[in-house]
């Protein structure tokens, strides 16, 4: 489940929610009480091969040095 975070314009604490993506932009109440928040932008943090830029070069006629 995502996780969201919010900053209370009241008192100033940041938090997180867990919630389902459907419900990412309902409104969140602060551990302390207040009612007056805000969504922060958050940064994705990718893992894994995926995310990994493949090398370039090397090998094979348009890399190596096979065409004259």
Known sequence: MP???FRCRAC???FEVSRP???S???ATCPEGH???V???S???MT?????PRPSGGGGCCGGGCCS
């Not at 894994?48 to 990994?52: K, V």
């Open 12 to 14: 100033g604490s940041t």
């Open 3 to 5: 996780r969201y975070d």
């Open 21 to 23: 993506m459907s419900a």
């Open 39 to 41: 969504k922060l932008l």
């Open 35 to 37: 009612g007056d928040t």
């Open 25 to 27: 932009d309902d409104p």
């Open 48 to 52: 894994g091969s995926a995310a990994t």
């Open 43 to 45: 940064t994705v943090a």
